[in-house]
C-alpha cells in the first residue's frame, strides 16, 4: 500500500512531463507551472486536490524525539476522548499555553465526535490508537491488526470533520512490523513513549510528578490518559509540571514525524 499511494504523485510528474510541462523547480505542482504569471485565472475544476487529502507515507520507524528541539517535550495523551477528562485536560494545556498529541481510540472519537473537533481546534495533533485497544494485537492476524488500524483512522478522520491522525500509538505499545507498515503507509509515524508516568494506576500526584522529573533524561516523550477512569490525578500533575518544565527551559512541541 505504501508504494501504490507514495506512487501517485510520481504518476502526476511522470505525467506532466509527458505532456511537456516544464517543472521549474522541484515541489513545484504541475498546476504552478502551468499557470503563467500573465493567464487567466483557471477553472477553479482544474486545480490539484487540497493538499490536506494527500496521504503521504512516513517512515516506519517508532519515533520518540521532539520537533521543539534537544531541550523538547512531547505531552502524549492517551485512550481518551472522554467527556469528564479530556475537557479538564484542555483548560490546562490551555492555561500553559501547550500543545500536545492526542492518541484517540477509535470508539472513543466516534462517540464523542465534539470533543475531538475541540482537541483540534485547541491546536493539538491527533494520533490513531486503534479502534478496540486490544494490547494483544501484535498477537493477532495481519488482517484483524490492518482493520484496527485503518478503521480507527476513519473513525478519527470523520469525527474531526476531516482532519486526520498523524501518528499510529499500539495499545500497550504492541507494534509489529506489519502494523508500523500499515500506519506509516498512511501518513502516520508509529510512536513511542519514553517516560510512562503510569497515571492510569493512580499512584498520586507527586508521584506521577516524581516519575517524570527523574525519567525525562530518558527520553522527550511524556505519556498520560485522559479517559479510563478518574484522572484527576493525571491533570493535577499536569497542572504542576506544565510550569515547571518550562521554567526549566524545555519547550513543548510534536514528535517528529
Ligand atoms: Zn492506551
Same mark, same amino acid.
Given at each position: ?11 502526476? +510528474?511522470?505525467?506532466? %512531463? ?6 521549474? %523547480? =522541484? ?7 502551468? /499557470?503563467?504569471? #500573465?493567464?487567466? /485565472?483557471?477553472?477553479? =475544476? ?9 496521504? +503521504? ?7 520518540? =524525539? ?8 512531547? @505531552? ?23 500543545? $500536545? ?33 486490544? #494490547? /494483544? ?8 491488526? +490492518?482493520?484496527? @488500524? &485503518?478503521?480507527?483512522?476513519?473513525? @478519527? ?18 507494534? #509489529? ?32 510528578? $516524581? ?11 511524556? &505519556?498520560?490518559?485522559? %479517559? ?8 493535577? %500533575?499536569?497542572?504542576?509540571? &506544565? ?15
Amino acid at each position: 500500500m505504501a508504494r501504490h499511494s507514495g506512487g501517485r504523485s510520481w504518476y502526476g +510528474k511522470l505525467v506532466g %512531463a509527458a505532456l511537456g510541462v516544464t517543472v521549474l %523547480a =522541484a515541489g513545484a505542482s504541475v498546476w504552478t507551472a502551468q /499557470a503563467g504569471p #500573465t493567464s487567466d /485565472a483557471p477553472p477553479k =475544476a482544474s486545480k490539484p486536490a487540497a493538499p490536506r487529502s494527500v496521504v +503521504k507515507p512516513v517512515s516506519v520507524t517508532i519515533v520518540h =524525539a521532539s520537533d521543539a528541539g534537544p531541550r523538547g517535550v512531547n @505531552i502524549t495523551i492517551d485512550d481518551g476522548p472522554d467527556p469528564i477528562w479530556t475537557p479538564r485536560v484542555l483548560d490546562v494545556l490551555k492555561e500553559y499555553g501547550v500543545k $500536545a498529541t492526542f492518541c484517540m481510540v477509535g470508539t472513543q472519537a466516534q462517540a464523542h465526535p465534539d470533543l475531538v473537533k475541540k482537541v483540534v481546534a485547541a491546536g493539538h495533533r491527533l494520533c490513531n490508537h486503534s479502534v478496540s485497544h486490544d #494490547t /494483544a494485537m501484535d498477537k493477532a492476524s495481519q488482517a484483524y491488526q +490492518k482493520q484496527q @488500524i &485503518l478503521d480507527a483512522e476513519r473513525m @478519527i478522520t470523520k469525527a474531526s470533520g476531516g482532519v486526520r491522525p498523524v501518528y499510529y500509538r499500539a495499545p500497550g505499545g504492541a507494534f #509489529t512490523p506489519y502494523s508500523r507498515e500499515v500506519a506509516a503507509s498512511r501518513g502516520m509515524r508509529p510512536l513511542g513513549w519514553n517516560v510512562d508516568t503510569k497515571d492510569f494506576e493512580r499512584p498520586g500526584t507527586d508521584a506521577i510528578v $516524581a516519575t517524570v522529573e527523574r525519567e525525562l533524561p530518558n527520553g522527550p516523550t511524556l &505519556l498520560f490518559h485522559d %479517559a479510563g477512569g478518574d484522572r484527576s490525578q493525571t491533570v493535577q %500533575a499536569l497542572r504542576r509540571l &506544565l510550569p515547571e518544565l518550562k521554567e526549566q527551559g524545555y519547550a513543548y512541541g510534536y514528535p517528529v514525524r
